[in-house]
C-alpha cells in the first residue's frame, strides 16, 4: 500500500513539473537564466527524494515486516511445549489450557468462561487446579481476572 502511494505520488510529480515547465516556458523571457529554472528543479528534486524515501519504507515493511509468521510460530511452540504436560490433565484442563494457548498465552478469565464453555465455578475449579500444577498464573485486572501460561 505503501509504494503504491509512492507511485501515485510519482505520478503527481511528474504532472505537477510538467505544467509548471509549460508555465515557466509561456512566462519567463529570460530563456535558461530565468531564476524560476531553478525552483523547479529544486522542487522536483526534493519532491523526488521524498517519493525514493517512501518507496524504500513500503519495500523494507513487503519485505521485512513478517510480524505475522512470528505470532504463529510462537503459538506452534507454546503448543508444542504442552503437548507432553496435557497427556497427563483431565479433559476439563486440558480444554481450558489449550484455549489459553489458542489466545496466545493470555485471556481473560471471562473469556475463558465463554469460550470454554463452562460455568464459572468450574472454570474457577479447573484454573485453581492448573494453577497449582504451576502452569498458569491468575493477574487481578480491574474486576477480572488474567490468566497468562508460565
Known amino acids: 500500500m505503501i509504494t503504491g502511494i509512492a507511485v501515485l505520488m510519482g505520478f503527481i510529480i511528474f504532472s505537477f513539473n510538467r505544467a509548471l515547465t509549460d508555465i515557466v516556458n509561456t512566462t519567463c523571457s529570460h530563456g535558461a537564466e530565468c531564476p ?12 523526488t527524494g ?7 519504507v513500503g519495500l523494507y515493511f513487503t519485505f521485512f515486516g513478517k510480524e505475522e509468521v512470528v505470532i504463529e ?12 504436560i496435557m497427556d497427563r490433565l483431565t479433559s476439563d484442563e486440558t480444554i481450558v489450557l489449550e484455549k489459553v494457548i489458542e489466545a496466545e498465552g493470555a485471556i481473560f478469565q471471562s473469556e475463558l468462561v465463554d469460550k470454554a464453555k463452562f460455568s464459572k465455578a468450574k472454570v474457577t475449579r479447573v484454573l485453581d487446579k492448573l494453577e497449582g500444577k504451576n502452569l498458569i498464573e491468575r493477574r487481578r485486572r480491574g474486576m477480572s481476572n488474567v490468566v497468562i501460561l508460565k
Open 50 to 56: 521524498i517519493m525514493m524515501f517512501v518507496i524504500a
Open 73 to 84: 510460530s510462537n503459538q506452534k511452540k507454546s503448543s508444542k511445549k504442552y503437548n507432553k
Open 36 to 47: 524560476m529554472w531553478g525552483a523547479i528543479d529544486f522542487q522536483t528534486n526534493v519532491s
